[in-house]
């Protein structure tokens, strides 16, 4: 897929690998509208973004996500390649018996509910243009889940099921591309409770994107999680020990 001269909204793009996919692609040409809850980390993303704007907007609340939609309809003649990159995770052994359902449900609303409804109402726009996409950011933990981050862990597994049947149906129907974006271990303020400083940096990340996007490779598996994912196709059993010793 060609990436340049596109309309492309990032939901989650004002820190992490976020504003490290709307810098690349502001570099190629694009204009970028990022979209997050906090507008003063906007603000200030916005400021390294030559051809950017942004909406503030929380994926989790209905209206936010209705008015977001309105008004890039609004705004932009076309719009070209949503990418949904809202996360929220939460560290915590479910062996401790400490309010699990409510990490699990805030988790599920933003990782996996959020960006349904996000694809339900940016659907229609997307149609609008011959090539358009969807980029569902998922995580190395939707092939072999983290004791850490359990129902983060089962949230990205959700997103992975449904970006693979979101694909075939959009594939048979319509001209809209499904890309699957799997990290590992990223070094940012998102995953320093994890050790994040050990991970890849965002940047790099971004770059391996972009090529894999350009190259329509759909499900893009990111520096160490291609390993993991060939250790889960041998092994799911041993794959699994590996990640959780």
């Not at 906007?42 to 008004?71: C, F, H, M």
């Not at 939707?142 to 449904?162: F, G, N, Q, R």
């Not at 350009?214 to 499900?219: G, I, P, S, T, V």
Request: some cysteine.
């Amino acid at each position: 897929m060609e990436l340049r001269g596109k309309t492309i909204l990032i939901i989650g793009g004002s820190a992490g690998i976020g504003l490290a996919f709307a810098q690349q692609l502001c570099q190629k040409g694009n204009k970028v509208i990022i979209a997050g809850r906090d507008e003063d980390k906007l603000k200030n993303a916005i400021k390294s973004l030559p051809t950017g704007n942004y909406e503030v907007a929380d994926v989790t609340s209905a209206g936010d996500v209705q008015r977001l939609q309105a008004s890039i309809a609004k705004k932009y003649e076309s719009l070209h390649m949503l990418i949904n990159n809202a996360g929220k995770g939460n560290v915590y052994n479910l062996a401790d018996g400490s309010d699990h359902f409510a990490k699990a449900s805030a988790e599920i609303m933003t990782n996996y509910l959020g960006i349904v409804r996000l694809v339900d109402l940016f659907l229609p726009l997307l149609k609008q243009v011959p090539e358009g996409a969807i980029v569902n950011v998922s995580s190395v933990a939707a092939y072999v889940p983290s004791s850490s981050t359990p129902t983060y862990s089962a949230s990205k597994a959700a997103l992975h099921s449904y970006t693979l049947v979101l694909r075939h149906a959009l594939g048979k129907e319509t001209s809209i591309k499904v890309f699957e974006v799997l990290p590992p271990l990223v070094n940012t303020e998102f995953s320093k409770d994890i050790h994040g400083e050990r991970g890849m940096n965002p940047m790099d990340v971004a770059a391996e994107v972009m090529a894999g996007i350009e190259a329509d490779r759909y499900e893009i598996r990111v520096g160490a999680t291609e390993k993991v994912y060939r250790g889960f196709l041998a092994s799911p059993e041993e794959a699994f020990s590996k990640r959780n010793p």
